[in-house]
């Protein structure tokens, strides 16, 4: 499946590779509130550690870099909160019919699922496996997915497209999760 291993969910998979623009898309208010709280937060935090401090170490300059940092920490949470519901770890209920009213119609009106990409074929294989479960790296490397590839873990046929389901092989045809347990003589 795409070197995406089945695992059992909780809550149905919705996509195990989201695009940036489509997590964005799908976050709900609550995330947003995550992101302002983190955003006004963090200045709030380093002002009251002025106040408290008896060393007479001046905060305000920082309170501008706390801002900047508070709003890429509150993205970067509210992308994890959003990319868990796509993986179905959490609740998604509202996102899977979203989903599923979205595809169905790009399938209906004969576009392709996941969107185009004028990137050869191996430029979006190696996308796909540097994004896929990302954002449970966001604390080493921030990593988005912003590519349009078809290797998203889901069939296309659930949506009624006539595309074929995407699987990730080498030049011997053999799947790349298949690769380091095949023996070669």
Request: hydrophobic letters at 35%.
């Amino acid at each position: 499946m795409a070197g995406i291993q089945e695992r059992k969910h909780p809550y149905p998979l919705i996509d195990a590779d989201p695009h940036t623009s489509r997590v964005i898309r799908y976050m709900r208010p609550s995330d947003y509130a995550t992101w302002a709280a983190y955003t006004a937060g963090t200045p709030v935090a380093f002002y009251a550690w002025e106040k408290i401090d008896r060393t007479g170490f001046r905060m305000r300059p920082w309170l501008y870099t706390g801002g900047f940092l508070g709003f890429c920490a509150g993205f970067l949470i509210a992308y994890s909160r959003s990319t868990k519901r796509f993986w179905g770890w959490t609740e998604n209920i509202r996102e899977e019919k979203r989903d599923l009213d979205e595809l169905s119609q790009l399938a209906r009106e004969g576009k392709p699922l996941y969107g185009e990409s004028s990137q050869p074929d191996w430029v979006k294989a190696v996308a796909h496996r540097n994004s896929q479960y990302a954002p449970l790296k966001f604390s080493l490397f921030p990593m988005l997915n912003l590519v349009n590839h078809p290797y998203h873990g889901k069939d296309p046929k659930s949506y009624g497209s006539p595309e074929e389901h995407a699987v990730l092989k080498n030049d011997d045809g053999v799947l790349t999760g298949d690769v380091l347990r095949t023996k070669r003589d």
